[in-house]
């Protein structure tokens, strides 16, 4: 009788990491989706000679199936939040490929945007990459509630991370980025990734957060969940300037498979160094995970590189932002 | 201390699987370097002047460097035949996709043969794909010597499934095989795979002989290794027979990936049927080990079609032939 609560316990730690995973896949496809919707809004705008986005048109703000579009857009935002909260971020973030993955099927089918035999190719790899992550991850959660994590924070390797990320963004601002920003594709990107780390830690707080209701009432979570949104607020707003000038100066097929290796490392660094995830982890299972990991970096390079540059899924983890350049 | 022996009796099992693991690689290191060597032997012989391969000239018989090349193959060939007896016939088999990874990279090294940016992603999925098959094939041998094994092979399931292997290679020969195996590449492929199942099934039953050299000396092992060794053989001929058939009909790039699949498949077959080697495996693995697969069947695909047609390495598990076709 003793080991009623510990087993289920282990229950509701199971459960939450499919519910995670769920959330992740369903994230994935509205915002796969959303890519797909705003592209025929725009097209069909363009058809009846209204001026074009690229041009400076507002045209697209007056139709509905846009703003269909960016609902779908926020929606898979708020299920990519949520998902933090349950599943571990080093299996939440690396699963955000599969949304390319859905923007390519659908293009295929309603954008008539060819699929070739690559990008079949790259579609398959994104699903055995994905189920592979997914086979590996840690099942058990780490910080199970917001207590944990604030517990977490006041560790010394939580101030060490810090002292790093600032460091490393304060050189690229300042110096590295001025210098090289323009000439290498991964001077911005590894700013861009690095203070996307800090916002899957903020998320994975809000996530937490969210999850007990109850803990929402009390006065200290109330203050971190606002200073926490404070932080994602201002995280984004860094990473889209950042990753907005680099698809300036670079071909989306290069920048969209570079993100995502840079912004799934830094999460899984930070699962390492800051959750602890890998340690409930066997060697076999890192092993297998990193697999996953190599196999859905070829999958987003495939897909990323069988398309045109135009109007790609650049929804690569938490943050979804969208160029209209055609 | 009764644990002890069971201890001991794990150790075993785990250093065979290990043994097994290091021979299959060994052997597809040896068979893939041997093709390098036989088209570099090809290469010097018609730089020289002699009357080349395809056009019936058999200066290469004379090279030594070509007997070298055919001294790799063969002893890769016998690496692979131990390993059987070590290592589960469902991790052995589709390791042999490794030899097209080794022949891939020493073509671009000694051949000048460039690897394409899609060759160097194929080798790539290559090793993530043999490494997800290891993490997830069952450690535990079900067929520890053979005495074991012949137990099996009275057991219903194997009659079973010998009685659809000589229905299904009968159709082919007699109807099947007469009527589409020229519009089909299938057809052929299916009846080499099918007899390829049962050249495993002798490999491994020769594998087990030798590994226990005390049991080769009694008279009924004598027996069941000479048949054995007799099947083997009449097997890898009608195999060499239909393959080359089915090279002169199609495209190398094309029946290169279709055996690997089929061929492999059949033997996964064979594994959970006949040698149970599936029902050690939970869930997880299973669906581990079929990503492991695919990934490698892409790699395949991407390595075949990356090349021109012309001497592809063509082992893909216990048979290796070469056909001069420049």
């Not at 730690?13 to 499919?18: C, E, G, L, V």
């Not at 300037?241 to 899984?268: E, H, Q, W």
């Amino acid at each position: 009788m003793e080991d009623e609560p510990s087993i289920s316990k282990e229950i509701t730690k199971s459960t939450d990491f499919y519910i995670g995973i769920l959330l992740a896949v369903c994230s994935s496809l509205f915002i796969g989706t959303s890519f797909i919707i705003k592209k025929i809004s725009l097209t069909r705008l363009s058809r009846i000679g209204a001026l074009r986005a690229g041009a400076g048109g507002f045209g697209y703000l007056k139709d509905w199936f846009w703003w269909l579009g960016i609902s779908a857009m926020g929606f898979g935002e708020i299920l990519n939040f949520a998902a933090y909260g349950f599943a571990p971020a080093s299996v939440v973030t690396p699963l955000g490929a599969l949304s390319v993955l859905v923007s390519a099927i659908l293009a295929s089918k309603f954008l008539n945007e060819k699929l070739t035999i690559v990008g079949k190719l790259g579609c398959l790899l994104c699903i055995l990459g994905s189920t592979m992550i997914i086979l590996h991850a840690p099942k058990e959660e780490p910080l199970e509630n917001l207590n944990l994590f604030l517990s977490k924070l006041q560790e010394p390797a939580f101030a060490h991370y810090m002292i790093c990320m600032v460091v490393l963004c304060s050189a690229i601002l300042c110096c590295l980025g001025p210098r090289f920003g323009s000439r290498y594709v991964c001077v911005y990107i590894t700013l861009c990734s690095a203070i996307g780390g800090i916002t899957v830690m903020a998320c994975k707080a809000i996530g937490l957060a969210l999850k007990s209701y109850s803990a929402l009432l009390s006065y200290p979570t109330f203050w971190l969940l606002s200073t926490m949104i404070l932080i994602m607020a201002v995280c984004i707003c860094v990473q889209i300037t950042y990753l907005n000038r680099t698809l300036d100066l670079f071909n989306a097929s290069i920048v969209t498979p570079t993100y995502y290796v840079f912004f799934t490392g830094f999460v899984i660094a930070e699962s390492i160094v800051l959750f602890r995830e890998w340690e409930l982890m066997t060697a076999g299972d890192m092993a297998g995970a990193l697999c996953g990991f190599f196999v859905t970096v070829v999958a987003v390079f495939v897909l990323s590189t069988s398309k045109d540059g135009h109007q790609q899924t650049r929804h690569l983890g938490v943050n979804t932002y969208f160029a209209v350049k055609s």
